[in-house]
């Protein structure tokens, strides 16, 4: 496999139709019958096969992200259903008419993207893109998606099910929203008078209701978690930003140990970290770059000039000496963050000094807008 995803017809016709569409549609390894070659295959990198459909399939199921299928659904259906796992790990699977009249969504709607490729298929070739899933026909919220091309973490799945049924059966939803993008209703209409959005656990712990989403970078009190987890799930937006001074050749370990043990301490989550910064003296800092690859963090950096344009309550003329700015984790922090305090303005625990700031709320705009 060379790219994401594949595409595979046995029948002449759906064989002019597959070739159409990795023509129009990046990303597709297209394979088909090799009865039905041109010549050209691989000259266009298609990739031919004899015999069954079946095995073929059932391999590709397991090789890529996608797969968009020119045969039946009920064929299809048959073929895949013994290599089925589970919607977290699945594929996206779309089948096509061999006229490409229709694209289908069929498997991995929500989590694997099928319905966003039954929509490019469709565009690419003329079809007309059939989609099932309750929360997509009704422009409603879906939960397993919520959040998720900002970057949101879902934090436990277990009442995923209970909660889409709820946001799908307009029964009595609350959003708290503590933090994060706030442009998440995507839909041309206000916002159904079944959901209702709070600022805060608290605020919605009074009000009442069937089912929860919540999007927060804290950790939550006993009581809010009982309260609205109990049919709720939760969001981790990429909010924090750590900005982060340490001694040259500070371990990882000692780096990695100041960050969570501070985080616990302010009850905020580390899955909720967007990415660190500091002075670009760091550059090469080991310690501090294995931590931001073992979390997958970004770690921006940031010359004197640009920090010491930060204002700092405390500026440190010993920084200034060995560094040329005035401080480093406090200004990395709110440079990088867009936030005018911190969260925490500076602790330092050995060879690190840390910061923590929180992009601002507004910066995604207004709930439901």
């Not at 064929?75 to 089925?84: D, G, K, Y």
């Not at 498997?107 to 694997?112: A, M, N, P, Y």
């Not at 750590?242 to 302010?266: K, P, Q």
Request: glycine fraction near 8%; charge should be negative; charged fraction near 25%.
């Amino acid at each position: 496999m060379t790219n994401p995803y594949a595409a595979v017809a046995i029948t002449k016709h759906g064989v002019d139709k597959a070739r159409a569409l990795a023509e129009r549609l990046p990303g597709i390894d297209l394979y088909y019958l090799s009865k039905w070659a041109r010549g050209d295959e691989a000259q266009l990198g298609y990739r031919l096969f004899e015999g069954p459909v079946k095995p073929v399939l059932q391999d590709l199921f397991k090789a890529y992200k996608g797969l968009m299928i020119f045969i039946s659904l009920g064929a299809v259906v048959r073929m895949l259903a013994p290599v089925l796992e589970d919607k977290t790990k699945d594929p996206a699977v779309i089948v096509i008419d061999e006229c490409g009249r229709h694209a289908i969504s069929v498997l991995s709607g929500h989590l694997g993207g099928a319905n966003e490729l039954t929509l490019a298929a469709a565009k690419a070739i003329g079809a007309k893109p059939i989609i099932t899933t309750a929360s997509d026909v009704q422009e409603t919220i879906p939960a397993d998606l919520f959040g998720r091309e900002f970057g949101w973490e879902i934090e436990g799945y277990g009442k995923m099910v209970s909660v889409s049924a709820s946001l799908v059966n307009e029964e009595r939803i609350a959003i708290v929203q503590e933090a994060g993008e706030t442009r998440w209703w995507t839909y041309d209409k206000p916002l159904p008078a079944h959901i209702a959005v709070y600022s805060h656990a608290q605020e919605a712990m009074q009000a009442e209701f069937d089912a929860a989403l919540v999007i927060t970078d804290r950790l939550l009190e006993a009581d809010e978690e009982a309260a609205l987890l109990e049919n709720g799930v939760l969001y981790r937006p990429k909010t924090l930003v750590l900005g982060i001074g340490c001694n040259r050749g500070t371990s990882a370990e000692e780096i990695e140990r100041m960050i969570t043990s501070t985080l616990s301490e302010l009850r905020l989550s580390v899955k909720s970290v967007r990415n660190a910064a500091t002075i670009l003296l760091k550059k090469d800092e080991e310690g501090l770059l294995d931590v931001c690859r073992k979390h997958k963090w970004k770690l921006e950096f940031y010359t004197p000039d640009e920090l010491n344009q930060i204002p700092l309550k405390n500026p440190s003329a010993a920084v200034y000496k060995y560094t040329g700015a005035y401080g480093v984790s406090e200004p990395a922090a709110l440079r990088s963050s867009g936030a005018a305090e911190w969260l925490l303005e500076k602790r330092k625990s050995g060879n690190v000094t840390l910061s923590i700031a929180r992009v601002p709320l507004a910066s995604g705009g207004a709930a439901g807008s």
